[in-house]
């Protein structure tokens, strides 16, 4: 059957619709790619001719200057060293809830999903002050170990929550069948549970990643160190250091960017399969 030929009405909303998403688009690009333009100029470019000007020179220098003397290369480890344990064990411990929760019938599954539900609907400004109090009454102020603690510990709500209708949704006559060919439980979660969900867990840990890597409220509250501090608070200090050389931050902007982008790129494709998986359920 062929189709038929689109007519002019139908080619006119086509042709609006493109005009406004890419109208749209240069507008979200414009800032990055402004920034990216400035951390690529001399400061004596941006002096003289303005941030918003065309560029007139061209300088890698920016960059080493931020890495180096800004101590961006410290933050960069510091942030990892917080990022990666905090993103692994915040996702496996909301797995193993989730599956514990979705899984089996235990008593008061739904007052505790709407306690850690409610546990991130909680404003995070009103939880600086016992946050960091507690982590003094513990020991562990200004040290990574308490800002991977606290990231940990508000995030695992949110995780159990999402991953809890990812697998909810599973067939139970999946699980039943396995217990019928001797599972156990461990099995159970581990080989048939964590694969079907893998989109869900590839989505969760680009989101996790981006946001606890670039987190700058828990950092300043329970870091007090200079050279303890992540690679958003080093920002911030970056530009008290270099207050009129708006080159040497935009660098170190483009710097504290990259890991971010990355993850993105990697997990692209699982972040979009889970993204379609979750709106189709």
């Keep these: 059957m062929s189709r ?14 493109h005009l406004v998403a890419g109208g749209i688009s240069v507008l ?3 800032p ?6 400035t951390s690529l100029r001399t400061f004596d470019d941006v002096a003289a001719n303005g941030v918003g000007s065309l560029p007139h020179s061209f300088t890698l220098g920016n960059f080493a200057q931020a890495w180096i003397d800004g101590g961006e290369f410290q933050a960069m480890v510091n942030s990892l060293v917080v990022t990666i344990p905090a993103v692994i064990i915040t996702l496996a411990l909301g797995a193993i809830s989730a599956f514990a ?9 739904r007052t505790v999903l709407l306690v850690m539900l409610a546990g991130n609907l909680l404003p995070p400004q009103i939880l600086l002050v016992p946050v960091s109090k507690m982590a003094e009454m513990l020991g562990i102020y200004d040290t990574l170990g308490a800002l991977i603690g606290v990231q940990i510990g508000f995030g695992l709500g949110f995780y159990t929550f999402v991953l809890y209708g990812f697998m909810r949704a599973i067939p139970s006559e ?9 599972a156990t439980p461990l099995q159970i979660f581990w080989r048939i549970i964590l694969p079907l969900t893998r989109p869900a867990l590839a989505s969760l840990s680009a989101l996790a990643f981006t946001w606890v890597f670039n987190d700058l409220l828990w950092s300043i509250t329970v870091i007090r160190t200079d ?4 690679i958003t608070s080093a920002l911030l200090g970056l530009q008290g250091q270099y207050v009129s050389q708006w080159n040497v931050i935009a ?7 990259i890991p971010t982008v990355a993850v993105f790129l990697r997990f692209q494709r699982h972040f979009v399969a889970g993204l379609a998986l979750g709106a189709v359920k």
Excluded at 174 to 182: F, K, L, P, S
């Design 251 to 257: 660098a170190g902007s483009v710097i504290a960017a």
């Design 101 to 109: 929760l979705s899984r089996y019938d235990l008593p008061f599954r």
């Design 28 to 30: 979200w690009l414009l």
């Design 174 to 182: 999946i699980q039943q069948a396995a217990v019928i060919d001797g």
């Design 4 to 17: 038929r030929p689109k007519g002019p009405q139908a080619a006119l909303k086509t042709g609006g619709y």
């Design 227 to 230: 050279t303890k501090m992540p």
């Design 32 to 37: 990055i790619l402004l920034v990216v333009v």
